[in-house]
């Protein structure tokens, strides 16, 4: 069996949502949940107006040179998808659309305006995915609103920024209010997705991109609604009631690595000693005392360290340990090294290093998508989770403007 | 003990997961009315998921029971105990997951297989079962073995260094943020292998790595790279409170009255600038260059001073609020209790469901940011007690007679 691009539909290659027909009225909002779904094999219709959706101007772009078929923006969050224009204006733009609602499992759209109830009224099997900032209706539905706006005002820059307050908190980088409603939607999608599967009823979903961000702020909303309590930011480390200590250090050519947790189980004073020993360093190293009364009492526990002088003294010098050797050595070395010690040592990514990481490399997770419209092939994030049965995959780059045109008249 | 609703009530989830990154998970399908029985070590009071007896706490008790974080992660689940260690805990394991659809953990590569349940006895066991192992790493891979809490996850992965103002460290993300990204794909993962499952039959294993999720989410960035050669790592960079995916400016988190008050200005396009613009109303900003969005990123700094200035004596959601009436996007950076206690925004959404916990009362914990119309979620119940459903699991569904359980109780098994 095969799909309309002559893709596999059944067995390897296939994607798990594989005969689910989606049509996404495009919106920044709803980019990422349309590339969820598509990437996991749904038939994604993505309809621009004429001309192609402002999303096509964002930048960067191909060889930094602006047009509609060069934002990397619109690649990234259009990957596998069809492209379709349609003019909501005219009469048979009106009509084509009709058909396009009418062919459709799910219908993800993220225009407030939208007839949604008279779009079930007639398709009582669809569901209709609405992503907007607000949700659909509600107190601040009317507001205008940004990937920054909605991380502000929804939490996650309270818990980000810096040691020092008098520098303002930081949005955290690459769009993550619209990824993190986008995945809510996405989930949410497939829940209605299960429930019609039996009942065969559909359904509107309403998503709320600035909800997303408030119930995704880990225990910046539990200590206020469980203690009442308020975190404080601070510099790459989680936002606390109580200050904790720095988990940044510079490797030998001044670049930051995350030291992680310093060291509290026997196990863990054991590794750490091993290494200043093998590196030869635990002469040189003025705590190495500590450590060993670390491993000798059986390691420290964090709620030993309010009153206990000597835990805290131990646990400190685990710190200044993992300061003291990194800055020997290459950030990696440091952290593959501390991690095959049994460490939970960090490396601080580049984006770049990330996609040209070894480990990244050997789980395939760099994918390469070709672009035979310009004879060239480019790699792309891949995969979230790697499936045995049902593989994610790119099906195909980003649509330009109405390619599909044709394919859906 | 009554049968679930929900959409998800066909569902039944044999659940090792813990902390956020996979309790999140199971969360979700539990809220939908899948009936996710936790599985947790007696010997070790559950304490492998180490928010069970952590902060924040409701009053001065403490123990396994009174965790605020574990309890947030785990309302509308079942619980039951186990010892692995024992042969008849294996068996009752084999047991459980004979009747189970999903079997879903996120512990440390291979742990799993090592008390005796890898995919491929799961799969002896029920033929169609979908198994989805959640680590730092994954199971393949050179680092597999490595071993990550949410912020290691992060700076492995590129958030991290992507979160920061120039030339100053990582601010990175203030909390574990892919602890709530990984446990949404771990969940999204489980519901696209049961769409799979009802359409084909098959089930299957999906490995998902928290680092392959986290870095999945710089999309943009990673292009810029592999298209353009151009790294992320470069002078002026990161710069995350400006805006360069889409470009825009002014764009920024300015100061405003008070100590830590802060409010968010985001200029969209030509149209917004001229509204800030006429809203600030300085003479300053007039300059026929800042009418086109190159002139006014390549002013940012200058104009970021003027905004600020502006803004820096007036109440953050006065400034949002009069902006919102211009027309461009800004909103007060809040606190905690500003979006949970003074949004009227989350509690018309229902953001935050009270549910009863049997040791620490009525608390409430986070809701979920999607409504469906006709099969809504529903967060009632509190996180289980260890081995609060021990009856229900063994007795009921299992079979158990009365005398079992008590010898199996008397052995230490549960």
């Keep these: ?409 | 003990m009554t049968a679930g609703s929900g959409p998800l009530a066909r569902v039944r989830v044999c659940d090792f997961t813990g902390q956020l990154a996979g309790a999140g998970a199971t969360r979700y399908l539990a809220a939908f009315g899948a009936e996710v029985i936790r599985i947790e070590d007696p010997v070790r009071q559950g304490r492998w998921d180490i928010l069970r007896g952590s902060s924040p706490f409701v009053d001065d008790r403490r123990g396994v029971e009174f965790g605020g974080a574990f309890q947030n992660h785990n309302v509308e689940k079942r619980g039951v105990t186990l010892n692995l260690r024992t042969e008849r805990a294996r068996e009752l394991l084999a047991r459980l997951v004979a009747i189970s659809d999903v079997v879903a953990e996120n512990f440390a590569a291979g742990v799993l297989a090592r008390l005796g349940f890898p995919y491929e006895v799961l799969r002896a066991i029920r033929p169609d079962v979908i198994y989805v192992s959640n680590s730092g790493f994954g199971h393949r891979g050179p680092y597999s073995s490595f071993k990550t809490w949410g912020p290691i996850v992060q700076a492995v992965c590129g958030l991290s260094f992507t979160s920061g103002l120039p030339d100053m460290p990582p601010a990175g993300w203030g909390y574990s943020y892919m602890d709530h990204q990984g446990a949404n794909m771990q969940a999204l993962a489980i519901l696209a292998a049961l769409v799979h499952r009802d359409r084909t039959g098959e089930g299957q294993w999906i490995d998902m790595s928290c680092t392959d999720a986290g870095a999945s989410l710089l999309g943009p960035a990673v292009l810029d790279f592999t298209v353009n050669g151009r790294p992320a790592r470069r002078p002026g960079m990161p710069d995350s409170n400006h805006s360069q995916a889409p470009v825009m400016a002014p764009h920024n988190l300015y100061p405003a009255a008070g100590h830590d008050c802060w409010v968010a200005i985001a200029c969209r396009d030509d149209h917004d600038w001229c509204a800030l613009a006429g809203a600030i109303d300085d003479d300053r900003l007039t300059e026929q260059r800042y009418q086109r969005v190159d002139g006014r990123v390549a002013a940012q700094r200058e104009l970021d001073a003027v905004v600020a200035e502006w803004t820096a004596p007036r109440d953050k959601f006065d400034v949002a609020a009069r902006l919102q009436e211009a027309g461009v996007p800004a909103a007060a950076v809040q606190t905690p209790e500003e979006r949970i206690d003074g949004d009227p925004a989350t509690a018309a959404w229902g953001l935050w469901p009270e549910v009863e916990h049997a040791a620490m009362g009525r608390v409430r914990v986070d809701g979920l940011p999607v409504h469906l119309s006709d099969t809504d979620w529903k967060i009632e119940r509190g996180a289980p007690v260890l081995g609060a459903d021990n009856d229900y699991v063994y007795g009921e569904l299992l079979g158990l007679g009365e005398d079992e359980l008590a010898s199996l109780r008397a052995e230490g098994v549960l």
């Design chain 1, 1 to 409: 069996m095969t799909g309309i691009d002559g893709a596999a539909m059944d067995g390897e290659g296939a994607g798990p949502l594989v005969g689910l027909r989606v049509v996404e009225l495009a919106s920044e909002w709803t980019a990422y949940a349309g590339k969820l779904l598509a990437d996991l094999g749904a038939e994604t219709v993505l309809v621009e107006p004429p001309g192609g959706h402002h999303t096509r101007s964002y930048a960067p772009f191909s060889d930094d040179e602006p047009g509609p078929d060069r934002s990397l923006w619109f690649w990234h969050y259009n990957t596998s998808k069809f492209g379709v224009t349609v003019d909501p204006g005219s009469d048979t733009g009106r009509a084509r659309l009709d058909a396009l609602f009418d062919r459709a499992d799910i219908v993800l759209h993220g225009d407030r305006d939208l007839d949604v109830d008279g779009l079930r009224r007639a398709r009582p099997a669809a569901i209709v995915v609405s992503v907007t900032p607000f949700g659909r209706t509600g107190p601040r539905a009317e507001e205008h609103a940004t990937d920054l706006t909605l991380l502000a005002a929804g939490g996650p820059v309270w818990s980000c920024g810096y040691d020092d307050h008098s520098i303002a908190p930081v949005r955290g980088g690459g769009n993550q209010a619209l990824h993190i409603g986008g995945v809510h939607a996405a989930m949410a999608t497939l829940v209605a997705v299960l429930h019609r599967n039996i009942t065969g009823a559909g359904q509107h979903v309403d998503v709320s991109l600035y909800a997303a961000a408030n119930v995704s702020t880990e225990a910046a909303t539990y200590e206020w609604l469980v203690a009442r309590a308020t975190v404080q930011r601070q510099t790459c480390r989680h936002a606390g009631v109580f200050p904790t200590a720095s988990s940044l250090a510079p490797d030998v050519r001044g670049r930051l690595l995350h030291t992680g947790v310093p060291p509290r189980t026997v196990k863990e004073f054991e590794a750490l000693l091993g290494w200043l020993h093998d590196l030869d360093l635990a002469d040189e190293f003025p705590e190495t005392f500590f450590l060993e009364m670390g491993r000798d009492r059986g390691g420290v526990h964090l709620s030993e360290l309010g009153e206990d002088v000597e835990a805290r003294e131990i646990f400190g010098a685990g710190r200044d340990a993992l300061v003291f050797i990194a800055s020997r050595m290459l950030d990696h070395d440091f952290f593959v090294e501390g991690q095959k010690r049994g460490l939970a040592v960090g490396i601080i990514a580049a984006p770049e290093d990330v996609i040209q990481d070894r480990h990244f490399v050997e789980r395939g997770f760099p994918t390469p998508v070709e672009h035979e419209d310009i004879g060239r092939t480019f790699l792309y994030p891949g995969a979230p989770f790697a499936a045995g049965r049902t593989p994610w995959r790119i099906a195909r780059r980003a649509p330009h403007v109405g390619e599909h045109d044709r394919l859906f008249p």
